[in-house]
C-alpha cells in the first residue's frame, strides 16, 4: 500500500484554467503538507496541516487553496492556472507538526500552456 | 531567516568510490538538520537526521552525516557508492522541534551521477 498516494501524477492544462491534486496518506499521520518544487529543484513549503488545521501559510498567490476535509486527505485546488505555476508538487505527511520524517507523495507534474 | 546551501549542483563518482555531498545551514538558534534522497519520478525519502547528541549520525542505505556547529556544516558520506545511489540528495533544515508552525527550509539539492 501507498503511503502517501497523490493524484493525478501529470496534469497538463491551459492558462486560465482551475484545476485540483488531490493527497491521501495512510499511515495515521497528523500533518500533511504541499510543497512545491521548480524546475531548478528548489523545494519550498506552501501549506501544512495539522489534524485538518491550516498551520503553515507560506507567501502563495490566493489562486491556490488547500482544503483538508478530514487528517488522512489534503487537497489542493489551483484557480486560474499561470504559466508560472508550471512545477512538481508534492505532498507530504508527519506523525506531528514537528515533521521529524517527513513521507513524501511521489508528485505531481503539472505543465500550464 | 533560515537557509541551505548546497554548493555542488552536480558530482560525478565511479561506482566504488566514496562520496561526500557538501551542505552548509543558517539558522539562529539550535538547527534540525536532514537529509533527503530523491530518486528519479519520486517524492523524497529521508536518509538521516540530527537533533542532538553525538555529531555523526547513521542513516540508511550506508549514508551517515556529520554535524560541524563551528562550520555550520553537515555534510553527508558514503565510503562506498553503488549504482543505485544515483539520485538528486538534500540538505534540509528546520527549528524547533515539536513547534507548530515549524517547517523545514530545503537546499537546492546535488544531483549524484555514478559511471561504472
Known amino acids: 500500500d501507498t503511503a502517501v498516494s497523490q493524484t493525478p501524477k501529470y496534469l497538463v492544462t491551459q492558462m486560465g484554467n482551475d484545476k485540483s491534486i488531490k493527497c491521501e496518506q495512510n499511515l495515521g499521520h497528523d500533518t500533511m503538507y504541499w510543497y512545491k518544487q521548480d524546475s531548478k529543484k528548489f523545494l519550498k513549503i506552501m501549506f501544512s496541516?495539522?489534524?485538518?488545521?491550516?498551520?503553515i501559510n507560506e507567501t502563495v498567490p490566493n489562486r491556490f487553496s488547500p482544503k483538508s476535509p478530514d487528517k488522512a486527505h489534503l487537497n489542493l485546488h489551483i484557480n486560474s492556472l499561470e504559466l508560472g505555476d508550471s512545477a512538481v508538487y508534492f505532498c507530504a505527511s508527519s506523525q506531528g507538526p514537528g515533521y521529524e520524517k517527513l513521507f513524501f507523495g511521489s508528485g505531481t507534474q503539472l505543465s500550464v500552456l | 531567516a533560515q537557509s541551505v546551501t548546497q554548493p555542488d549542483i552536480h558530482i560525478t563518482v565511479s561506482e566504488g568510490a566514496s562520496l561526500e555531498l557538501r551542505c552548509n545551514y543558517s539558522?539562529?538558534?539550535?538547527?534540525?538538520l536532514f537529509w533527503y534522497v530523491q530518486s528519479p519520478g519520486q517524492g523524497l525519502q529521508l536518509l538521516l537526521k540530527y537533533f542532538s547528541g553525538d555529531t555523526l549520525v547513521q542513516g540508511i542505505k550506508g549514508f551517515e552525516a556529520e554535524f560541524k556547529r563551528s562550520q555550520s556544516s553537515f555534510n553527508l558520506r558514503k565510503p562506498s557508492v553503488h549504482w543505485s545511489d544515483a539520485a538528486e540528495y538534500f540538505c534540509a533544515v528546520g527549528g524547533k522541534r515539536g513547534a507548530a508552525g515549524n517547517k523545514l527550509t530545503f537546499g537546492g539539492g546535488t544531483r549524484v551521477l555514478v559511471k561504472p
Open positions: 539558522y539562529g538558534a539550535t538547527p534540525y
Open positions: 496541516y495539522n489534524n485538518k488545521e491550516l498551520i
